[in-house]
């Protein structure tokens, strides 16, 4: 059965006119669904009762729901939405005091399986479909009671291994008759598949791209990246100046501290270097710790030297000694430690 969020005008003006509806509604369906974040059609209250059940029983309605909710003191919710199949996901909405963040993912687990990060431990289950996309998009709103002001995809998974899904959904969100959201408040992160930076960057839209670089050479991400996800760096950074170049954006290099590993001053002074080669912005992301990985946090003091060094360099960058934390690093730790409990429920 299809969606509603994800069906053409077309298709619902043509639903519509053979079901006796006038092709008006299809605006005041989408109005509800974009701008009120309604789950179903039933609550659709501009609509006659009969179309509404119509509507009601003809599409798919909304499956998922949040199951835990964890708030911090710094204005961040991250929740766990649990789907049609019991698969789970996360979904992050930062607030600060000037904008809402929400950080969607894309992928139920990850094949990229990065060694600090919690998402990827038991690879990749599978795809989230444009639907689910816009599914999470819509609670996260509910949950927020606003809309974004921006829209990040870094939660769980490698959103551009997931490329089709991610577009179609992308378009919906970009699209002025649906979620009306523009594009340059769209980041997408990517561990560096170059196959889909390029497919991106053909698009040609306005995304912003982040590239999870979190070493300057190749020895320091084989530490990092396992070999069957890696690409060399000098692929990547062809590939995101192939993007710089089509879409006018400028890239974000997101590079996660880890003590011992690419945290030293010398690899700050070549980040530095290579930021400014590529005309790049850097986010630095002190890493929480993740109970299944050996990785450890850098100090904050020397979090900040490292920040220090990059600025003095002339370079763009930020770091969120608190928030970054949250959002990124300790990505799939709560889907992850619900999956551990059902384990230790179902071995009772
Ligand atoms: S950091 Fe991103 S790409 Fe790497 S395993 Fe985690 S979710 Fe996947």
Redesign the pocket.
């Known amino acids: 059965m299809e969606h509603l969020s994800t069906l053409s005008n077309n298709k619902l003006e043509k639903w519509l006119n053979e079901h006796n509806s006038q092709a008006y509604r299809r605006k005041q369906i989408f109005s509800w669904i974009f701008e009120r974040w309604l789950q179903s059609p039933l609550e659709m209250q501009n609509i006659p009762k009969e179309l509404r059940e119509e509507l009601n029983s003809s599409f798919a309605s909304s499956t998922s729901k949040i199951t835990d909710d964890h708030s911090t003191d710094d204005m961040t919710d991250k929740i766990l939405i649990e789907l049609a199949d019991g698969e789970s996901i996360e979904n992050v909405i930062i607030r600060t005091e000037d904008r809402t963040t929400f950080c969607l993912s894309s992928q139920i687990g990850?094949a990229?399986?990065?060694h600090f990060?919690a998402?990827?431990l038991d690879g990749l289950i599978r795809n989230l479909t444009a639907e689910e996309i816009i599914e999470h998009l819509l609670i996260c709103c509910r949950k927020a009671n606003s809309r974004p002001d921006n829209i990040v995809f870094m939660g769980?998974?490698?959103p551009l291994m997931n490329i089709e899904n991610l577009i179609q959904a992308l378009d919906i969100i970009s699209s002025p008759e649906r979620f009306a959201f523009s594009p340059r408040r769209i980041t997408i992160s990517t561990?560096g598949w170059v196959p889909g930076i390029i497919k991106l960057a053909n698009i040609a839209k306005p995304y912003n791209l982040a590239l999870?670089l979190h070493g300057t050479d190749d020895t320091i991400r084989a530490q990092l990246i396992p070999e069957k996800c890696r690409y060399p760096l000098s692929k990547i950074l062809e590939a995101c100046c192939e993007y710089r170049n089509k879409t006018r954006r400028m890239i974000t290099f997101e590079y996660t501290l880890l003590k011992g590993v690419n945290d030293s001053y010398e690899q700050a002074q070549k980040l530095a270097q290579l930021a400014r080669k590529q005309h790049a912005k850097v986010n630095l992301i002190p890493f929480n710790t993740v109970a299944e990985t050996k990785f450890i946090r850098p100090d904050d003091h020397h979090i900040l030297s490292f920040l220090k060094i990059l600025t003095d360099n002339g370079i763009q960058a930020t770091c969120r000694l608190k928030k970054g934390n949250n959002i990124n690093a300790a990505?799939?730790q709560l889907r992850r430690s619900q999956k551990n409990q059902k384990q230790k429920q179902e071995q009772k």
């Open positions: 990850c990229v399986q990065c990060c998402s990827g769980i998974g490698e561990s999870s990505c799939g």
